[in-house]
């Protein structure tokens, strides 16, 4: 894939793990919005299948990346080509998932997976996209984070740990491009209805009614912020805004029985 930006009128979103779930609904909603589409996720034949749809659809160019995004040629080989890209406008840094039980009794290798997937992918593929972003003035990275970042929750360490990693990394850059044209976002959403916890094993029959969010909802107050004037940590609905406003000033006690109590699905059964 060697395309010039001449060749091309619209700007490129790169999305990962846009195979499924929120990457999915990200891809179809900045289809809508009129931009070419780059998706990368480890399914060729779901993103053959998506892209062929939405450039139907939409009239666009979708093209399809796989790659596994937590091994060291997966992550580098999109990164290097991203930064000779041109016509990046948008980079989702979506690709994640999650894991149930304890750190001591799960398996090392799937959780240093976690840590190269949601900590050093969405690194190297944002310091790719990064200058040329700054010497067009404009561009935008979402990464989706959670609201688990504003927790430290039994059965869910590092998943805490490193979506904390996200929304930090993406606070502090928002700072440095100040001035740049270029902005950036922390994505945090609460429980949301993808193949997430059935892919983790985790019994959504546990997690009250109201506390489940719609994807296209979620992607739309993402994408609204981002074109908007919206913060760089966007939290999708009033509900959970309330609830990581609480989370953040209760007592560390308290926030202890908080978490406890909504990981018993992570750490039981
Ligand atoms: N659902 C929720 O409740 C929730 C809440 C807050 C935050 N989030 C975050 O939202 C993001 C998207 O998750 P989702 O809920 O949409 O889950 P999902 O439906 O399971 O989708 C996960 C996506 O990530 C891709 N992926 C997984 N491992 C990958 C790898 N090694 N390399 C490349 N792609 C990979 C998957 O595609 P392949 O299998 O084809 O690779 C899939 O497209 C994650 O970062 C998650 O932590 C989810």
């Not at 139907?56 to 991203?82: H, K, T």
């Not at 003035?137 to 688990?148: D, F, K, L, P």
Request: hydrophobic content about 45%; overall charge positive.
């Amino acid at each position: 894939m060697t395309h010039s930006s001449s060749e091309f009128p619209r700007p490129l979103a790169v999305i990962t793990g846009a195979s499924a779930g929120l990457g999915k609904v990200f891809a179809r909603q900045l289809a809508e919005r009129g931009f070419d589409l780059l998706l990368v996720a480890r399914d060729a034949e779901r993103l053959r299948v998506l892209s062929d749809e939405l450039s139907l659809q939409y009239a666009i160019v979708a093209e399809s990346w796989p790659a596994d995004l937590s091994r060291d040629e997966g992550m580098r080989g999109l990164a290097e080509f991203l930064a000779k890209n041109e016509r990046v406008m948008v980079l989702v840094n979506n690709a994640g998932f999650g894991t149930k039980g304890r750190l001591a009794t799960r398996p090392v290798g799937e959780q240093a997976t976690m840590i190269e997937l949601h900590v050093m992918a969405p690194m190297l593929l944002t310091r790719a996209v990064l200058p040329g972003m700054i010497a067009r003035r404009e561009g935008h990275v979402i990464t989706v984070a959670s609201v688990a970042s504003f927790t430290a929750a039994p059965g869910n360490a590092n998943y805490c740990a490193t979506k904390a990693y996200q929304r930090v990394f993406m606070e502090a850059v928002a700072l440095e491009l100040d001035g740049t044209g270029v902005r950036v976002q922390a994505l945090c959403p609460g429980f949301t209805h993808t193949e997430f916890h059935g892919r983790a094993d985790i019994d959504k029959g546990t997690i009250p009614g109201f506390l489940w969010l719609e994807s296209e909802r979620v992607v739309r107050e993402s994408l609204d912020a981002a074109f908007g004037d919206g913060p760089v940590v966007v939290i999708p609905t009033k509900r959970y805004r309330m609830i990581v406003t609480a989370l953040r000033h209760m007592p560390a006690w308290m926030r202890s029985v908080f978490q406890r109590r909504y990981s018993k699905a992570r750490i039981e059964g």
